[in-house]
């Protein structure tokens, strides 16, 4: 008969799943499947008395590499590390569980660690993913900063990855402009990492959420920094990259938000600035443009509403003038009047209908009569050329 | 009997079209369609005997329009006035005459008044429009003398409108690289507009060619530049935006190109740059964003041909390692030799695949053997944590 670990309860799903959370890495699709169907506690149960794989278990590569951590496995410990902290584990079916995560299917998290007075579920309805490059210039963490804010102006909150750079910069403006943000980390909730971000952290905490899928004390890895990648690209609703590098994490997340069926913004740069030429490959992988945070709503607004905000360009003169009218006005002389025959002619029109333009011209104030010729209204004003 | 004038000839239809070009505005579809259908001196020859309309015939307001300027037609002094300044004009059928051009449809110019050396026939199969803002940026003019260097390279030629800004940056640029261009104007080709660019328009001639459809002495009006973008739009195989305004005149030779079913590229910008606001919009309407002269090549190559560079991105050492590798390799420290039974949950993985991958990992010089564990293979040497 098998002897179970102190702490094991066969009714206890939660602890079962902080225990998950520390024999696998992030992304285990066949964990995800054998729990799916054996519940979490019962997946356990199985793994611990070693019971042989039947049909639809998972086979034994997957047992043995599960088994490795089995040893020094104390998911009691865990969670009273994360409440130690301040934290709470979500697993799915809580109230403050994203439902957006079920999106990843098998490569779902099997639970959140967290810390933070923020209501993660709320907070992602309303996510907007700003990512970006560690390696930012000062012209991609103005427009992280500009965006950050245009999205608590708007009621949305900032989801990033709480590196150095746009991510770093893009929590700060959120929190400065009063928003929630959610802070996603490769590491355990408890680390700060980066460290220069510790005074973030505690700030993050007071208002939004910090989340990760591995248990507390973890160490950041290559490996969790690109898996954590499909949590950022899941938790938020759109995922808008301001600079990334051709290569880099960030292109990740995009192409995860992508493949997830999320919209997916970038930001232009120079052409000749290495950290915008991720946002340019992605534009021309069929990104959207997204040159303010109008452009963010829109790309989260139902197809066909148009957020934008009314652009005001400068109006000039000729303005909804129609084909006639512009062509007379073109005819008129600045100063020197002249008269209805030569304007014809110039125009190329009748003098029906040069007539006819002249009066619209008129009414608009465009044009001015002066004896038996016409001229531009005011002859003095010198008036640029502007076609 | 109608008399008609001593320059009148039945059988000229050369004549006859530059006739019509001057009695007619740009963009004139009613004049195109009853020339298709009675020729351009057959058409020409009723509208100087005033024959009552028939059916099928423009109605009297179109003539009308057309007779206005009938008094002071005279076409073989035109054309004499053009063959002064070294020039000649090019009609349908013309070898020189560029086929693309009925792509407009009733929308199509009549002829093309042209000087210049040029092949304009030649220098259109080959065309890429380069377009801009005459209130172009430095960022702007840098761009656009690197298109038109590699246009050149490339063996394309740059067709663009000849105004201050982009569009004489990239004439000029093209001249420099000893390339061909192609100058389309809304005044009459011997005229210069704008009388800064006398010096450009001079070593255009040389090499390329200056066109327009307006007859000579032609003053450029607002009319005329709006309808001289849709020539630049179906003279060059491909629009490329360098820099443009949200609204101006390049917006409508994009969006003339995009109605002919031509490729219209965008170039980005800063954001926070009026001058690349228009490139912006564009990109959000579905334009290709382009940042060199690669993706230039892409846009005019077959579907299905990748004619970009190949882009040369630094690579790390973790570059295309496998999954249990990369998890393996995070688990090695940098310095202080490690055991196997820690590296397996470290990695979470089990002895035989972590025994596995450390063997590759070896191979590949990213992990040394220690006595009985493992380390980075230069422990010494200072190294980035990049992921």
């Known amino acids: 008969m098998t002897q179970y670990p102190t702490w094991f309860d066969a009714e206890d799903d939660r602890t079962a799943l902080a225990a998950w959370s520390r024999l696998t890495e992030p992304c285990d699709p066949a964990a995800v499947r054998w729990i799916d169907s054996c519940g979490p506690a019962g997946a356990l149960r199985r793994l611990l008395a070693g019971a042989g794989a039947s049909c639809g278990e998972p086979g034994p590569e997957h047992r043995a590499r599960w088994g490795v951590r089995l040893p020094c496995l104390d998911p009691v410990r865990d969670l009273r590390t994360l409440s130690g902290a301040g934290g709470r584990l979500l697993v799915p079916g809580d109230r403050q569980w994203p439902d957006d995560l079920d999106l990843l299917g098998p490569r779902r998290p099997l639970c959140l ?228 025959g030569p304007l014809c002619r110039a125009a190329g029109l009748t003098e029906t209908d040069v007539s006819a333009a002249l009066g619209r011209l008129v009414l608009r104030g465009l044009v001015h009569r002066e004896g038996t010729g016409w001229c531009r209204r005011r002859p003095g004003r010198p008036q640029d050329r502007e076609h």
């Open 113 to 340: 660690w967290v810390i933070g007075a923020g209501d993660l579920r709320r907070a992602c309805e309303k996510g907007v993913c700003l990512v970006g490059a560690r390696a930012s210039t000062g012209y991609g963490e103005r427009l992280a900063r500009n965006l950050a804010a245009g999205c608590v102006e708007r009621g949305y909150s900032v989801v990033s990855g709480a590196a150095y750079g746009i991510d770093g910069t893009a929590h700060r403006a959120t929190l400065a402009a009063d928003g929630v943000t959610v802070a996603v980390l490769a590491c355990g909730v408890d680390r700060t990492y980066p460290r220069g971000h510790d005074h973030l952290f505690a700030r993050i905490k007071e208002r939004g959420c910090l989340v990760s899928e591995i248990p507390p004390g973890s160490a950041p890895t290559r490996w969790r920094f690109i898996r954590r990648n499909r949590l950022i690209a899941a938790l938020g609703k759109v995922t808008v990259v301001v600079e990334a590098a051709w290569r880099s994490g960030t292109m990740i997340t995009a192409r995860e938000a992508a493949e997830l069926g999320r919209p997916v913004g970038a930001v232009p740069g120079p052409v000749t600035s290495a950290a915008s030429a991720g946002c340019h490959r992605l534009l021309r992988d069929g990104a959207t443009c997204v040159t303010d945070c109008a452009e963010i709503a829109e790309l989260l607004a139902p197809i066909g509403t148009d957020l934008s905000d009314p652009v005001t360009a400068p109006t000039a003169e000729h303005d909804g003038l129609s084909c006639p009218d512009l062509r007379v006005l073109d005819a008129v002389p600045l100063r020197r009047p002249v008269a209805l």
